[in-house]
């Protein structure tokens, strides 16, 4: 197990431009937008700023979308497309380790990601730090599993590692948006940020700036989150194949 | 001593039937091949024996284990090289190996089994650098990192050079030397005649013969064709007066004899007896294609 942990780590290492997009992207985008966009350091009529939370929340959605819809499903559907889940049911050590393998270092990679963004908002703008560190890193883990649990959807109904990211992006650009990563929640007309609530990314979105900003999160946005868990975790264990 | 036992075998798939009913056994230490032509059902069987695919109807076991009630079991023993499994793009051979070998409770020395197969130079070398033979030669290796006691390999040499098929073949001689009970699936003949102690030919999912190489094409008939350009003009009642001669016909200044038995030696030595130089000698015979072809009413590719 920590010799297939250990490999598939290296052999993500070998892909290093998708660290880019999961890791470099989000970070490059907090710091541009926050340094170059006046309104991102200016105090709102709450008295916070756009930099404190509401930017380093998107940015960390976005690394963990990028995640979930887009890298999840290219090296598993690859995978299973090249045969290399199927040559492994020919060993004792059935393909689900792999699987299982692939999602906690890409969980580890959303928590590199998230850590980065965390630390480069309190030092470049001086943001404060997670007000509610516990419940953040819980509302980060139950949130980051669900997306997790899409992505293994959308590998488990793509029919190969070419059309895995195109449906993947047409997962994840409605989901961005629906998350405020264009127009902050707050400031959602009504009947859009109805739909947001349903939408885990939005809720996720909301509770984990919410335990940035200092607050309690809204119990009915973490039970969707963890609605979206349980439905497309079990949606991915019925529908994956692995071959 | 049986390693493999397999009875009436029958797979169905949504639409049509894969395997109707295949019945074998494997001998240990016996290179055991399964020839047909394409969708005749081999790949089927091969993986309902390795516990990959679940039979609808019939028995098989793998030294006494039932693959479907003991998968655990049945993978330490049993090594596979599946026909279309690649390996992650940038994994190195050595890495593969290393990885493969800790799937198994006491695996192969794979420094040594990477030797065997002729990929020494080859460890640090990423998957997707390999050429198809030196990717087969890994996935033989990987198939036998386990200490299997059978190792199942499917269309092994197809799409392999002439060459790489050559040392592919060879390989395969060296592993069963090795005491590794070897199930080959194959289409083509020449592997089969070369390879195989004993096979099944199997078409539209049934058996249609297990014999030896030989003695499947014995039973198409012991006719021969010996075909010569004289140096001399000769007479074809002398040929024809000799017991093993059936017929002779004539092309050009080609002479064709047929007959079964001993027939070549004694053409010749009939003709030597005349002083006759038989040029472009030939000697044509029944092969596993013409006993496929008999027993099936079908050519094999």
């Known amino acids: ?139 980060f883990l139950l949130g980051t599993a669900a997306l997790l649990a899409i992505g293994l959807v959308i590998a488990a109904l793509a029919p190969n590692g070419k059309t895995a990211p195109g449906i993947g992006a047409v997962v994840m650009f409605p989901l961005m948006f629906l998350g405020g ?22 809720p996720f979105a909301q509770a984990l700036k919410d335990a940035w900003a200092g607050q309690s999160p809204e119990l ?12 497309f975790g079990g949606l991915a264990v019925r529908l994956f194949r692995w071959e | 001593m049986k390693i493999i036992e397999v009875r009436n075998l029958r797979k169905q798939y949504p639409n049509h039937v894969a395997v109707e009913d295949v019945s074998f056994e494997v001998a240990e230490g016996e290179i055991f091949g399964i020839l047909g032509p394409n969708g005749a059902g081999k790949t089927t069987t091969v993986e ?69 197969v002729g990929l020494s130079g080859k460890r640090d070398t990423m998957f997707k650098k390999l050429s198809g033979g030196q990717r087969q030669r890994l996935s033989v290796a990987l198939a036998l990192v386990g200490r299997p006691r059978v190792a199942v390999l499917d269309e092994l040499t197809t799409g392999l050079d002439p060459q790489a098929r050559r040392d592919t073949w060879e390989l395969v001689e060296q592993v069963r030397a090795s005491g590794v009970t070897i199930v080959l699936v194959t289409h083509f003949m020449e592997e089969a005649e070369r390879l195989c102690d004993r096979l099944a030919l199997i078409d539209v999912g049934k058996v249609a013969a297990i014999d030896t190489p030989s ?14 350009r004289p140096s001399a003009p000769v007479d074809d009642a002398v040929l024809l007066a000799l017991p093993e001669v059936r017929d002779v016909t004539r092309s050009g200044d080609q002479v064709v004899v047929t007959g079964s038995g001993n027939l070549a030696p004694t053409v010749t030595l009939a003709l030597a007896r005349q002083q006759i130089v038989p040029g472009d000698l030939r000697i044509e015979r029944a092969t596993l294609d013409d006993a496929f072809l008999a027993l099936t009413g079908r050519k094999l590719s």
Request: charged share 15%.
């Open chain 2, 48 to 116: 309902c024996v390795a516990g990959l695919r679940v039979p609808d109807g019939g028995t098989v076991q793998v030294a006494g284990l039932d693959p479907r009630r003991d998968r655990a079991g049945l993978r330490r023993v049993l090594g596979m090289q599946l026909q279309t499994a690649e390996l992650p793009e940038k994994i190195t051979v050595s890495e593969a190996m290393d990885l493969y070998a800790s799937f198994y409770p006491n695996p192969a020395d794979w420094s040594e089994l990477i030797e065997r």
């Open chain 1, 1 to 139: 197990m920590t010799k297939m942990l250990v490999l598939e780590a290296r052999l993500y290492l070998r892909d290093w431009p998708t660290l880019l997009f999961t890791i470099g992207l989000p970070l490059g985008l907090l710091l541009v937008l926050g340094l170059s966009i006046p309104v991102m350091t200016q105090a709102g009529e709450s008295g916070e700023r756009m930099v404190d939370a509401q930017l380093p929340t998107m940015m960390t959605l976005l690394a963990l979308l990028t995640l979930s819809c887009n890298i999840v499903p290219a090296v598993l559907t690859t995978y299973r497309e090249r045969g290399v889940l199927r040559r492994m049911s020919t060993t004792p050590v059935h393909p689900a380790r792999l699987l299982g393998v692939q999602l906690l270092i890409n969980l580890v990679v959303g928590v590199v990601s998230a850590t980065l963004l965390i630390v480069a908002a309190a030092v470049v703008f001086g943001a404060p730090l997670p007000g509610r560190p516990v419940v953040f890193v819980l509302v």
């Open chain 1, 220 to 231: 009915g946005h973490l039970a969707v989150v963890a609605a979206g868990l349980v439905i």
């Open chain 1, 181 to 202: 990563m264009w127009v902050p929640r707050d400031i959602m007309p009504d009947a859009v940020r109805a739909v947001s609530d349903f939408s885990v990314a939005g």
């Open chain 2, 215 to 228: 003695g499947l094409t014995a039973q198409v008939g012991d006719e021969q064709r010996v075909t010569f």
